[in-house]
């Protein structure tokens, strides 16, 4: 196995935690954690058994890749050094602030023949990779991802903080770009939208309902599609995999409805029967993984074999974009019915400026 060495730049929530899988990980050498507060940056190196820099120019010239887990108004800036140098790069999500940043990232990687991931760690989850295959032809998909506020990522919208994970595992399962979207949004804590209701349309027919509300009581991370198949549910949280499919019996034999039409149906008995004669449902095989410990593995095994990661810049750039036209149709939602009125996401706090009019 090809030794690698790396860096690690910002030790934040996220990045702490690539460090310590790095750290442990076989043919793998941290160089060096690279974060401007010194504090977090030493107690994270010394958890790791390597140093802290306060700057990852310093460790540029020892380094076969990196990866960025910096603020994201920052991916652009750092990935475009870390690309110049000739560093393999993985940036968390979304790969940039905009789309304009991220083709410049894409195009950058080309140019200098790097390797580029984005973090995009649901194509990971168990969960997903178990039912992948029965969302092939889905043509309604609903996906619902709500939590309680963090505190973190509050200067970019949910869309680009939560949502974007969904958006591009929509354009995995489905292989196409969107034709058409609306989308309606709240401010609530801050003064970017705090809730998203997004529907997209597929050129093949999909439509997709997404939801996103990091202001929640409860945590909610879902999705379920409807295909061919039949329905499928995933829960990213529990990392379970249910599907559930017509019978034998209600494909070939007498619907319950036929049946409930009989004089002498028994209409509770039915109603009991619907699950499991009529409808079958079964718990997917889900093989226990590590999310981000697969994902740094896909990005390693990327920079040893030069081959595409599962998550590439374009695939980073083309989430980026969906997320961008929903934020566009937030700004343009008009609450009165036309552009005359109230126009932008609404605003929930009495003490704030109230929504934008049109003109």
């Avoid at 994201?72 to 968390?92: I, K, S």
């Avoid at 939602?333 to 934008?356: F, K, Y």
């Amino acid at each position: 196995m090809t030794n690698l060495t790396g860096v690690v730049v910002g030790v934040g929530a996220l990045g702490r935690h690539h460090a310590r899988i790095l750290s442990s990980m076989d043919g793998v050498s941290l160089r060096a954690v690279a974060d401007s507060n010194q504090t977090a940056g030493e107690a994270v190196a010394a958890a790791c058994g390597t140093r802290w820099v306060a700057d990852f120019r310093e460790v540029l010239s020892e380094v076969d890749f990196a990866v960025a887990a910096v603020p994201t108004y920052a991916h652009e800036r750092v990935a475009t050094e870390l690309l110049q140098a000739g560093v393999d790069v993985f940036v968390e999500k979304p790969i940039a602030l905009n789309s304009t940043e991220a083709t410049h990232l894409v195009e950058l990687a080309a140019v200098r023949d790097r390797i580029l991931q984005v973090g995009h760690i649901e194509r990971f989850n168990p969960a997903f990779e178990a039912a992948a295959s029965r969302l092939a032809d889905a043509k309604y998909i609903r996906a619902e991802r709500i939590s309680p506020y963090s505190f973190r990522s509050t200067d970019i919208s949910v869309v680009l903080d939560m949502m974007i994970h969904d958006i591009d595992l929509l354009l995995a399962v489905t292989g196409e770009f969107p034709s058409r979207v609306e989308a309606l949004g709240a401010c609530l804590l801050g003064d970017q939208p705090d809730l998203v209701q997004a529907r997209l349309v597929f050129p093949g027919g999909c439509v997709a309902d997404l939801v996103a509300n990091r202001v929640s009581p409860t945590t909610v991370r879902s999705l379920q599609a409807w295909s061919s198949a039949g329905c499928t549910q995933i829960d990213f949280g529990t990392r379970q995999a249910t599907c559930w499919s017509p019978t034998p019996t209600l494909l070939y034999g007498a619907s319950p409805l036929e049946r409930s039409r009989q004089p002498e149906a028994n209409i509770e008995q039915l109603k009991g029967a619907i699950f499991g004669q009529y409808i079958q449902q079964a718990e997917l095989a889900v093989v226990p993984q590590d999310q981000l410990t697969a994902e740094l593995q896909d990005f390693l095994h990327a920079v040893r074999t030069r081959q595409s990661p599962r998550v590439d810049g374009r695939q980073g750039l083309a989430a980026l974009q969906v997320a961008e036209l929903i934020s566009q149709s937030v700004e343009a939602h008009a609450w009165d019915g036309d552009l005359s009125g109230r126009v932008g996401p609404m605003v929930l706090r009495t003490n704030a400026l109230p929504l934008r009019r049109a003109g």
